[in-house]
């Protein structure tokens, strides 16, 4: 250490600046000596412990050099130094020692993108995981986006499942029609509606190409035959449908016909939705399709050849509606060829047409006439007021056949005394 007592003798008094260089060279010499503490501290007397710190630096001694820097430099110029020369040691390969530098004064952007720069994905997640953790998710999507790119699938799906993303992972095989790969995926991570879904990607695909007898032996060897026959008839593929179930579930066959006739009475298709629904054995869902439409005609067609017990119920449905069109003799004769008298009594009382409803009674139905006369006399108000003297003895004399004495009493009574000739009451 002579040189440097000397050094420090011939200092005194003098200006400082004389002394630095001599310090700094004095500093390199110890240096290239491997004397590092003597360097260290001829490096500080030279002013120039950044100097001190990249020597420690670059012989891997990082405590030392984090002792020296804070010891000697602001922070500002310690994290402007260390960047630098983990700049330095990443350009030299030296990736692990960079890292060290730029987490020392907290820089970890900067180590982990150093990292991605260079694809070192583990180290890279490493840090991420530990210093911005709210982006972990971000930066597995990422990295797997890339690998797929790349055409690495084997990583991408890593990544992929590590950000919690299974789907994309099963989305790529399925783009790629890697089938075994995407069932994997989805059995693995998504269970079994997640696999099935595969399976019938796959089985449309082998539609395509292959035709309904392919896709129905791959989907039967998953089992998914059912399933297969239902996505078809959701997605108005009958054809499909009725192929898949030709040939390993004929069970489903009817029902794959009323699906279809539903579809087509949506279409306003209506023969067509008649014939599929007759071979649904569902001829009673063609019979409602035509009375929705007002197609008597029809209705009566499809009954008679189909659903005999439906033809009176046709029959009443068309007089209701001769009801609404107000051809009352005309549903008068249909409600009764329907063997529903009770209907055309219903409709004329309805219409306060008493004479009618009690004509009606009396041929089809006489358990009702007291009834019908009973409520057409205690309607009340003007209506019963203004009954003619032959309507009130009509009902006087009804209540007598139907053995309601004191109610026909009253009707008799009813009668104003001179509004009627004598000789017609004692008819009466």
């Known amino acids: ?156 799906e890593h990544y992929y499942v590590e950000a919690k993303m299974w789907t994309s992972a099963m989305s790529m095989y399925r783009q790629l029609e890697k089938w075994e790969d995407a069932m994997r995926v989805a059995k693995a991570h998504g269970g079994k509606q997640s696999f099935e879904k595969v399976v019938l990607a796959q089985a449309h695909a082998t539609f395509k190409e292959h035709g309904a007898e392919a896709g129905a032996q791959l989907l039967a060897k998953h089992g998914l035959i059912e399933i297969a026959i239902d996505y078809a008839v959701e997605h108005s593929n009958f054809a499909h449908a009725f192929e898949l179930a030709q040939h390993s579930a004929k069970h489903k066959l009817p029902d794959i016909h009323l699906k279809k006739a539903l579809a087509l009475e949506d279409d306003e298709q209506y023969k067509l939705a008649e014939d599929e629904f007759i071979k649904a054995n569902k001829p009673k869902e063609a019979i409602d399709m035509y009375v929705h439409q007002r197609d008597w005609v029809s209705a009566m067609r499809v009954a008679e050849n189909h659903e005999r017990d439906a033809i009176k119920e046709v029959m009443v449905h068309q007089a209701k509606d001769l009801v609404d069109q107000n051809q009352l003799q005309a549903a008068e004769n249909m409600f009764i060829q329907a063997g529903k008298p009770e209907g055309a009594v219903q409709m004329y009382s309805t219409k306060k047409m008493v004479a009618d409803a009690v004509r009606v009674c009396k041929k089809h139905c006489p358990q009702m006439l007291g009834d019908v006369v009973d409520a057409s006399y205690e309607n009340g108000g003007a209506d019963a007021q203004n009954q003619s003297i032959d309507e009130i003895l009509d009902a006087a004399k009804i209540y007598e056949e139907t053995g309601n004495f004191l109610r026909a009493i009253d009707a008799y009574l009813s009668i104003k005394e001179g509004a009627a000739a004598p000789e017609r009451l004692e008819e009466a």
């Open 1 to 156: 250490h002579k040189a440097e007592q000397l050094l420090d003798q011939a200092s005194v008094g003098c200006d400082p600046e004389f002394s630095l260089p001599f310090y700094e060279k004095l500093a390199t010499h110890y240096a290239t000596a491997r004397q590092f503490d003597q360097a260290e501290r001829s490096f500080v007397k030279a002013g120039r412990p950044q100097r001190a710190v990249k020597m420690y630096v670059e012989v891997g001694q990082y405590e030392k050099a984090h002792r020296v820097a804070k010891a000697h430099m602001s922070a500002h110029e310690r994290t402007e130094l260390y960047i630098t020369l983990a700049q330095d040691l990443e350009a030299a390969n030296k990736l692990t020692d960079a890292e060290q530098l730029f987490i020392i004064v907290n820089e970890f952007d900067l180590a982990i993108n150093m990292y991605k720069k260079r694809e070192e994905y583990e180290s890279m997640l490493r840090l991420v995981a530990k210093y911005r953790k709210e982006l972990l998710n971000d930066t597995y999507k990422c990295i797997a986006e890339a690998q797929e790119l790349k055409g690495n699938l084997s990583k991408a």
